[in-house]
């Protein structure tokens, strides 16, 4: 039998529970009309966040600043920080929502307590860049990282930029240390051994993007020796071919892994907590146009969905000295010029390993053999760290390169890691975009916001030891809406979002209900108490998060509110 909701009975049933079949009509003359539909989760708002890690003179994170203590520029403008928060690392509790259920005392009591997830880690290892030897190492370092366990409220998952051997969101010790164990270099992208000549994307960028005459002469040289070729003129060709071999190679490497990275991020922003992504990478070029776009999105995206990158480069101290066959085949000369590439490559794919980890406010981690104190690095978050929001005065939809300055004021000796820049959207975003955004926003957020008086209860009964039905209950205040006057009637929508995830943080389901209000003055003045959605799932037994969002379209006012409900 369904239990009733004694509390609700102030109104009437017909016009509180927006679920049964009398509210939903879309008649015009309706007051409360509903419409049903899975949520859609979209991250696009006009305005841009930027994460902030200030730390000391002895590299700890600093942790009473404000939001006067911050100056932020865009393209040189100093600009009003609209919106200023503080990620403290820590647990955040999910309180019980207040329920009544058909299972017994006894059932009750012997289900485990619910432990919300608060924390999520996800380590990409970068089996498509990485040597044999560098990737042991860092499996071997990353093992004994894991075997250290996790925290209750944390949850790691393991990721590769070949997609091969994953391993999603879990507690499981043993299930992440077994998925390390299974990475294995990708030669895909990546040739084994030596090449003649042996060039990189970098030096092969130089001979065929940048017309370098000298990067093409020193690899004919090389040609020349390894080819055992007579003349100059005869390798040059050779070397033009396989830079431009290598060139093709690389780009297509850089972009899959830029496409991984991008969907590392789209996962976590779907995890309700801390996120934090950590790339464990020897480096790799990203200097094209699409490359440096697909990084300005990266940036973007993981601000948005407030993911720090740390990045930790498993090559750790880098030497570009020649073994011994080598050096005798090469004059002093062509050594210098072959080493002066190498290094100047290592650099370059270094670059973007500093850019991700300072651009989100992370740690890199570099030139370094102790990958053992890496891995402790790069998998802790800072104590403390700051996103600061702003619209931009002047933002033209061109897709233009806004670059960010971050400052503290009165403050000295201080590091700063923020945001390096972003690129504006290339068309004006519009209403319905702006609220699915807001919507995501909150919904894989812990923050509970107030803007709206709202209550969450639950409701849920066994149909069968398998299964059980959940209802949750959202009870709205009406009176801090802004209503929209129009031919006599109180006009206004809203967004009422239900959302589960499992005990790892997984999204399990969810249900936009769409509430369309058309109230008289009389109806309005009469629902004092507000309304009651109700959204049903069918669920199996087990521990859930509940997220409660309801966005209002005339005031574009919010509320969130978080639960938890165990289901023997």
Same mark, same amino acid.
């Given at each position: 039998?369904?239990?009733?909701?004694?509390?609700?009975?102030?109104?009437?049933?017909?016009?509180?529970?927006?679920?049964?079949?009398?509210?939903?009509?879309?008649?015009?003359?309706?007051?409360?009309?509903?419409?049903?539909?899975?949520?859609?989760?979209?991250?696009?708002?006009?305005?841009?966040?930027?994460?902030?890690?200030?730390?000391?003179?002895?590299?700890?994170?600093?942790?009473?600043?404000?939001?006067?203590?911050?100056?932020?520029?865009?393209?040189?403008?100093?600009?009003?920080?609209?919106?200023?928060?503080?990620?403290?690392?820590?647990?955040?509790?999910?309180?019980?929502?207040?329920?009544?259920?058909?299972?017994?005392?006894?059932?009750?009591?012997?289900?485990?307590?619910?432990?919300?997830?608060?924390?999520?880690?996800?380590?990409?290892?970068?089996? !498509? +860049? @990485?040597? /044999?030897?560098?990737? =042991?190492?860092?499996?071997?370092?990353? %093992?004994?990282? &894991? $075997?250290?366990?996790? *925290?209750?409220?944390?949850?790691?998952?393991?990721?590769?930029?070949?997609?091969?051997?994953?391993?999603?969101?879990?507690?499981?010790?043993?299930?992440?240390?077994?998925?390390?164990?299974?990475?294995?270099?990708?030669?895909?992208?990546?040739?084994?051994?030596?090449?003649?000549?042996?060039?990189?994307?970098?030096?092969?960028?130089?001979?065929?993007?940048?017309?370098?005459?000298?990067? !093409? +002469? @020193?690899? /004919?040289?090389?040609? =020349?020796?390894?080819?055992?070729?007579? %003349?100059?003129? &005869? $390798?040059?060709?050779? *070397?033009?071919?396989?830079?431009?071999?290598?060139?093709?190679?690389?780009?297509?490497?850089?972009?899959?892994?830029?496409?991984?990275?991008?969907?590392?991020?789209?996962?976590?922003?779907?995890?309700?907590?801390?996120?934090?992504?950590?790339?464990?990478?020897?480096?790799?070029?990203?200097?094209?146009?699409?490359?440096?776009?697909?990084?300005?999105?990266?940036?973007?995206?993981?601000?948005?969905?407030?993911?720090?990158?740390?990045?930790?480069?498993?090559?750790?101290?880098? %030497?570009?000295? &020649?073994?011994?066959?080598?050096?005798?085949?090469?004059?002093?000369?062509?050594?210098?010029?072959?080493?002066?590439?190498?290094?100047?490559?290592?650099?370059?794919?270094?670059?973007?390993?500093?850019?991700?980890?300072?651009?989100?406010?992370?740690?890199?981690?570099?030139?370094?053999?102790?990958?053992?104190?890496?891995?402790?690095?790069?998998?802790?978050?800072?104590?403390?760290?700051?996103?600061?929001?702003?619209?931009?005065?002047?933002?033209?939809?061109?897709?233009?390169?806004?670059?960010?300055?971050?400052?503290?004021?009165?403050?000295?000796?201080?590091?700063?890691?923020?945001?390096?820049?972003?690129?504006?959207?290339?068309?004006?975003?519009?209403?319905?975009?702006?609220?699915?955004?807001?919507?995501?926003?909150?919904?894989?957020?812990?923050?509970?916001?107030?803007?709206?008086?709202?209550?969450?209860?639950?409701?849920?009964?066994?149909?069968?030891?398998?299964?059980?039905?959940?209802?949750?209950?959202?009870?709205?205040?009406?009176?801090?809406?802004?209503?929209?006057?129009?031919?006599?009637?109180?006009?206004?929508?809203?967004?009422?979002?239900?959302?589960?995830?499992?005990?790892?943080?997984?999204?399990?389901?969810?249900?936009?209900?769409?509430?369309?209000?058309?109230?008289?003055?009389?109806?309005?003045?009469?629902?004092?108490?507000?309304?009651?959605?109700?959204?049903?799932?069918?669920?199996?037994?087990?521990?859930?998060?509940?997220?409660?969002?309801?966005?209002?379209?005339?005031?574009?006012?919010?509320?969130?509110?978080?639960?938890?409900?165990?289901?023997?």
């Amino acid at each position: 039998m369904r239990p009733e909701v004694s509390c609700l009975r102030c109104v009437p049933l017909a016009i509180l529970l927006l679920g049964f079949s009398a509210a939903r009509g879309q008649d015009s003359s309706a007051e409360l009309t509903q419409k049903d539909s899975a949520p859609t989760f979209q991250s696009k708002v006009n305005v841009v966040l930027v994460p902030v890690v200030v730390r000391d003179s002895h590299g700890r994170a600093i942790p009473d600043l404000t939001k006067d203590d911050f100056q932020l520029f865009d393209k040189g403008k100093l600009q009003t920080i609209a919106s200023f928060s503080i990620q403290k690392r820590g647990t955040i509790t999910v309180p019980a929502a207040s329920s009544s259920s058909t299972v017994t005392a006894a059932e009750a009591a012997a289900a485990p307590q619910v432990v919300a997830p608060d924390r999520y880690v996800a380590y990409l290892f970068d089996d !498509l +860049n @990485v040597t /044999a030897g560098d990737l =042991m190492n860092a499996k071997k370092a990353a %093992t004994a990282h &894991m $075997a250290k366990g996790l *925290a209750a409220s944390n949850r790691a998952a393991i990721y590769t930029t070949s997609g091969r051997n994953s391993l999603d969101f879990t507690d499981d010790k043993q299930k992440l240390e077994d998925a390390i164990a299974k990475i294995q270099m990708q030669t895909l992208y990546q040739h084994v051994g030596r090449e003649c000549p042996d060039l990189t994307y970098y030096w092969a960028d130089l001979v065929v993007n940048k017309n370098d005459q000298q990067a !093409l +002469n @020193v690899a /004919a040289q090389e040609a =020349m020796v390894c080819m055992n070729l007579p %003349t100059l003129a &005869m $390798a040059q060709p050779m *070397a033009q071919a396989a830079a431009q071999r290598e060139l093709s190679v690389g780009e297509q490497g850089t972009r899959v892994t830029l496409s991984v990275l991008k969907n590392a991020i789209r996962r976590m922003s779907a995890m309700p907590g801390q996120r934090l992504l950590v790339l464990a990478s020897p480096g790799f070029l990203a200097q094209t146009s699409e490359a440096i776009n697909d990084k300005a999105d990266i940036l973007d995206a993981a601000a948005r969905a407030n993911v720090m990158i740390n990045t930790l480069n498993v090559r750790g101290l880098f %030497t570009t000295n &020649m073994d011994a066959s080598q050096e005798g085949a090469y004059s002093p000369a062509m050594q210098q010029y072959i080493s002066q590439y190498f290094s100047a490559s290592a650099t370059a794919t270094e670059d973007v390993l500093a850019e991700l980890a300072e651009g989100t406010g992370g740690t890199f981690f570099h030139n370094n053999n102790d990958l053992n104190e890496g891995f402790a690095r790069v998998g802790a978050a800072p104590e403390v760290s700051y996103v600061l929001g702003f619209s931009p005065l002047v933002l033209k939809p061109d897709g233009s390169f806004h670059r960010l300055k971050v400052s503290v004021v009165n403050r000295k000796d201080m590091q700063i890691q923020a945001r390096r820049g972003y690129y504006a959207l290339k068309h004006a975003s519009n209403a319905e975009e702006d609220a699915k955004a807001d919507i995501h926003d909150a919904i894989f957020s812990r923050e509970e916001m107030h803007d709206i008086p709202l209550d969450l209860q639950t409701q849920f009964f066994k149909t069968d030891a398998t299964s059980a039905k959940l209802t949750i209950l959202a009870k709205v205040d009406l009176r801090r809406l802004r209503f929209k006057k129009l031919d006599g009637r109180n006009n206004d929508e809203l967004a009422v979002v239900s959302v589960l995830f499992d005990r790892n943080g997984n999204y399990v389901t969810g249900m936009t209900k769409t509430v369309t209000m058309k109230l008289r003055d009389e109806t309005l003045a009469r629902l004092t108490s507000g309304i009651t959605v109700k959204t049903s799932f069918d669920v199996k037994p087990g521990a859930y998060v509940v997220r409660l969002v309801v966005r209002d379209a005339e005031g574009q006012a919010m509320a969130a509110q978080n639960g938890a409900v165990e289901i023997p």
